[in-house]
């Protein structure tokens, strides 16, 4: 007879919720608990006005209703849908558990002296937590400690949208011939780009318009336009065939800095919006990640003026691409936009409960953002709309978005879709420097 499953009691940090609010019931038949300060600690995360802040106001609403069924709320234990238990520890404050060197007046050292004590009571007791310093902590007291894994997937580091395949010459000249070619073997992903090596002087470009029950290829152009912009590099033209691409609704384009994620998106979304009219606007959404203590609360001015600093490199590619009028045309140029309302920029905080009809968004910086964040964009998005997320894994400045979490995880679980596509540029186009300093340093 098999033995049954250990039931285990899982201690929340406070960046676990903060990194997805629901996370208390994805813990299967397990208990969960969360000691008072975790909830103090939400509580003083909740008035900021970045996705911290929001994420912090969803959690609180989230514990609250799962504690409305009970009289005395979360105070003892509940039952949830999957099996386990949830329930607040008020205590958490046992300094003669802690040594020395340890305040345990902190709020991490309180999830520490919770653990040991529940340990001691009994429990196989295993705290999660985002922050790999309180996991060292933890570890060097004897408390199991663990990663926050529901947020995170097994990714493809190597997969990039883009494949390179060594075929008969046979494929190649069909593919001219009939716009479309049927490659032998598996592996290759709806939507996805490849280029066809026949022989050193024979080589052809195609997207996978099929995956099965075959493998089916389209002719695609090496270069593209969008706004008076041509695609400088063979990527670039792929990330431009999927931003142009009205079928695909789903796009990401990710790669190092000066590499023309934002300005392609830009780009190709004012293209459908001025010339080709098939969406009324260009909406631009950034996550505010701060730096110090510089969040927008501690700004000066209205919330144009709070924002600005986040919208600066928006503002830079939005110039560039009105650059020959000269900086007063563009200038006039993205006024009368604005105006006109064909262009909308906003912090991510924003997007939230709205129903997005007819406009052609984009998502900059989207490594910084959750992956549960990420999935409410995509939610929010209608079939008229069309969603770009742009951003660089190498510059990710959320202390709650793992390597293998957020945008990475986004891309991993929609590869394949025929909704999705993405593509990684490699090459810096924004100066010999900016290339010289993303390859050597």
């Known amino acids: 007879m098999a033995a ?10 406070t960046c676990v919720l ?12 397990h208990h969960v608990v969360l000691p008072l300060v975790v909830v103090e600690e939400l509580d003083r995360q909740k008035g900021r006005m970045d996705e911290v802040g929001a994420n912090a106001r969803r959690a609180i609403r989230f514990l609250e209703e799962l504690g409305a069924s009970e009289p005395g709320g ?3 234990a509940i039952g949830l849908p999957s099996g386990g238990t949830l329930r607040i520890e008020p205590n958490g404050v046992a300094s003669d558990r802690l040594p020395e060197i340890l305040d345990p007046h902190t709020a991490d050292h309180r999830l520490l002296s919770a653990c040991l004590s529940l340990s001691e009571h009994g429990a196989d007791t295993v705290l999660v937590t985002k922050d790999a310093a309180l996991r060292i902590k933890g570890a060097q007291l004897g408390v199991t400690v663990q990663d926050y894994r529901a947020d995170t997937v097994a990714v493809d580091e190597s997969y990039s949208g883009v494949a390179e395949l060594s075929v008969g010459p046979e494929v190649i000249d069909r593919l001219y011939a009939e716009g479309k070619a049927t490659l032998p073997g598996e592996g290759l992903h709806i939507n996805q780009f490849v280029v066809l090596k026949g022989s050193p002087s024979q ?3 195609g997207q996978v318009a099929q995956d099965r029950p075959e493998t089916v290829v389209v002719r695609v152009p090496g270069s593209r336009r969008a706004f008076g912009i041509e695609s400088k590099n063979l990527r670039q033209a792929f990330a431009l065939d999927l931003l142009l691409n009205p079928d695909i ?5 990710m790669g190092p800095p000066g590499t023309g994620k934002t300005f392609l998106a830009l780009a190709a979304g004012l293209e459908q919006v001025l010339e080709a009219e098939r969406y009324r606007k260009v909406s631009v959404y950034r996550p505010l990640i701060a730096v110090g203590r510089q969040e927008v609360g501690y700004l000066p001015g209205d919330l144009d003026d709070k924002l600005a600093p986040w919208m600066a490199a928006i503002y830079d590619n939005l ?9 007063m045309a563009a200038r006039h140029a993205l006024d009368e936009l604005l105006e006109r309302e064909a262009l909308e920029m906003a912090a991510i905080t924003y ?9 052609f968004v984009i998502i900059d910086e989207a490594q910084n953002l959750e992956l549960p964040t990420l999935k ?17 894994f190498t510059q990710v400045d959320n202390p709650y978005v793992s390597p293998f979490g957020g945008a990475a995880a986004l891309i991993e679980k929609l590869k394949g879709h025929s909704l999705f596509g993405h593509v990684t540029l490699e090459r810096t186009v924004r100066s010999p420097l900016a290339e010289m300093a993303t390859n050597l340093l």
Do not use: M, N, W
């Open 18 to 29: 903060l990194a997805d609010p629901t996370a208390p019931i994805r813990f299967e038949e």
């Open 74 to 76: 979360l105070r003892e």
């Open 4 to 13: 049954a499953a250990q039931t285990l009691t899982y201690v929340l940090d």
């Open 319 to 327: 110039f560039a691409l009105f650059a020959d009028g000269g900086p």
């Open 351 to 359: 997007l939230r409960g709205r129903s997005i009809t007819g406009e």
């Open 203 to 205: 080589s052809a470009l």
């Open 249 to 253: 609704p789903a796009v990401s384009i």
């Open 376 to 392: 409410v964009i995509l939610t929010r998005i209608g079939s008229d709309a069309k969603v770009v997320f742009c951003g660089d």
